[in-house]
């Protein structure tokens, strides 16, 4: 792989670190922020949601655009404006008496950045790279992720020792120049056709009424693992004190346990899926079996090396899962739809992150034992719902492998698969994306 190519891979592979940073460096702190600011525990838990629930809505809208004038023109912008955000809520606490408000402006403003982020990123990758290539650089921003989660909880806990507003300066030393890196060095191919709203949404309709049904099931797949891992994460680190007397930064690494075997496994796993579309499938299939079981061992376990060593397995299993199911995705739609049906699994994403911990803290009510036998039963549908819904052969538009296994001859695959990208009609002479032909004009693209 060229210079060039690493580079666009490193700034692209920033991007996921840098937003995952927006909730998960201030966890550490909020004891801290909540005396500095004398708020109630309300209060203090508003500085998530109004960063997550702002990211959620913006994310399609942001696909949409991005769909019309190029991902680049819209990720710059989009980190540019969330390390604002964080300068705003920084410059607040740190000038004003009663900052609040202001920091509160600042998380809003940096949730509609965040919006414009990661899953754009993911796209944009989908847009670069093709084939085999595609599914490693996607494994190393599922990766990439995964790390910012990792290092996430010690570094703000680090910047905290400075003082407790110092985490929100951060956002904007790392994501403005991001922005600059992303607008200035980042090569998108070009966008071939402007389509005007009425055929744009005729094609999304499209990809929903040939597709609807398997990629709403991977969505779901993508939303549940979030949904658990982040709500385990939430219950354990409020757990880790009174329970094992784990506290500081010793609670931070072993909160790194799940969170670092998938990310180290994500990337593992995004490297082997090259070209191998036919373990996708069974890829999250195993994952979730293994997310029941990790999970359901977690109810049973007490003493705490047991107990972390199966949320490492649940790390295990969500880190195959990922990969997978995020390449499904971005191959479900033909580069013109892919920015808004990527983003809008990058929305149910947020939502899974978001709803977790509160419905974990609820159920902890009903005893652990329940709270990660209901985990592990979720596990389990998603499961059950993956093997009879998400379909391979539907979703993998964009790689040539759409129909596989459906004809009986290579010459009647070829043909079948140029006849879906076209939209039913005869291909002609013009190869279309979906056939053996486009996807090599992915890769000189890309």
């Known amino acids: 792989m060229d210079k060039r190519r690493l580079l666009h891979i490193a700034i692209l592979g920033a991007v996921p670190f840098i937003m995952v940073l927006g909730n998960s460096m201030l966890i550490p702190v909020l004891p801290q922020l909540q ?18 629930a702002p990211a959620a809505v913006v994310i399609p809208f942001a696909g949409i655009v991005s769909d019309h004038v190029g991902r680049r023109k819209v ?3 989009a980190l540019l404006v969330y390390g604002l955000g964080g300068l705003i809520a920084g410059a607040a606490a740190l ?23 990661y899953l754009l990123a993911v796209a944009l990758a989908g847009d670069i790279f093709a084939g085999g290539g595609r599914t490693r650089v996607l494994g190393i921003l599922e990766a990439a992720n995964g790390a910012g989660k990792v290092v996430s909880p010690v570094l703000g806990a680090a910047v905290g020792l400075i003082s407790w507003w110092a985490p929100f300066f951060v956002y904007g030393v790392l994501a403005i120049p991001a922005g600059l890196l992303v607008w200035f060095l980042i090569e998108e191919p070009p966008i071939k056709e402007t389509r005007n709203l009425a055929a744009y949404g005729r094609a999304l309709v499209r990809v929903f009424r040939e597709r609807g049904v398997p990629l709403a099931a991977t969505y779901l797949a993508g939303m549940a693992m979030l ?16 329970r094992y007397g784990i506290r500081g930064f010793a609670g931070g690494l072993v909160l790194a346990i799940p969170v670092g075997t998938m990310a180290g496994v994500a990337y593992v796993a995004g490297s082997y899926f090259q070209d191998r579309w036919e373990v996708l499938k069974p890829a999250i299939l195993a994952g979730a079996g293994l997310a029941a079981a990790s999970l359901a061992a977690a109810a049973v376990f007490e003493a705490l090396v047991p107990f972390m060593a199966a949320l490492g397995f649940l790390g295990v299993a969500i880190g195959a899962m990922l990969p997978a199911i995020n390449m499904l995705v971005t191959s479900a739609a033909r580069r013109e ?12 994403r947020f939502i899974g992150v978001a709803v977790g911990p509160p419905a974990f803290a609820m159920a902890i009510g009903l005893g652990r034992p329940v709270m990660f036998g209901g985990a592990a039963a979720l596990a389990g549908l998603v499961l059950v719902l993956a093997w009879w819904l998400i379909k391979p052969d539907k979703l993998l538009v964009a790689t040539g492998q759409e129909g596989a296994g459906s004809s009986d001859t290579p010459g009647s695959q070829a043909e079948s698969t140029g006849n879906e990208a076209s939209g039913g009609e005869a291909s002609g002479g013009k190869e279309r994306e979906g056939t053996p032909g486009r996807w090599r004009e992915l890769e000189e693209e890309g």
């Not at 005396?35 to 997550?52: D, K, N, P, R």
């Open 35 to 52: 005396e500095a600011m004398g708020l109630t525990q309300l209060e203090v838990a508003l500085l998530i949601t109004l960063f997550s």
């Open 75 to 77: 990720i710059a912008p």
């Open 95 to 117: 000038l004003l008496r009663d900052p609040y408000p202001l920091v509160l402006a600042g998380r809003v403003v940096q949730g509609i950045g965040a919006g414009g982020t």
């Open 227 to 242: 949904f658990l891992l982040f709500g385990v994460l939430s219950t354990v680190s409020d757990q880790l004190g009174p």
């Open 337 to 348: 739809e892919r920015g808004l049906v990527t983003s809008l699994y990058g929305a149910v």
